[in-house]
């Protein structure tokens, strides 16, 4: 059974950090894409960040230099660095993956992590 578990949310000022991570686990042949995917109370989930498995990034507009993702494809881990949060990054952050297993390649979801901006 394949997971994904995200960590590293939680409370902080505007202008703060947070690093998240996403931990996979389970029978993997191989993970392609990762990205991270965020939900506001009210709105629909959206895209945050995205990285192959070359490393190639790609950023939403909203938080193009200020969140930078990353992977460590030995530890199947991905990460995104958040730096001077703004209170509209507010909401459920989401790991995503195309992850390859023995019955194929499937999109994985994890459970999401709680990011609260709040002075």
């Known amino acids: 059974q394949v997971q994904l578990v995200e960590s590293g949310g939680g409370l902080v000022r505007p202008g703060g950090s947070l690093r998240l991570s996403c931990a996979a686990s389970?029978?993997?042949?191989?993970?392609?894409?990762m990205g991270w995917y965020r939900q506001a109370p009210g709105k629909q989930r959206e895209l945050v960040a995205t990285?192959?498995?070359?490393?190639?990034?790609n950023y939403a507009d909203s938080v193009k230099g200020r969140f930078t993702i990353s992977r460590d494809n030995a530890k199947r881990t991905m990460y995104l660095e958040m730096n001077s949060l703004l209170p509209e990054d507010t909401g459920v952050y989401y790991c995503?993956?195309?992850?390859?297993?023995?019955?194929?390649?499937?999109?994985?979801w994890g459970q999401g992590t709680q990011v609260t901006l709040s002075s």
């Open positions: 995503n993956a195309d992850i390859v297993t023995a019955g194929g390649r499937w999109n994985y």
């Open positions: 389970g029978s993997i042949f191989g993970i392609y894409v």
């Open positions: 990285i192959t498995s070359g490393g190639s990034t």
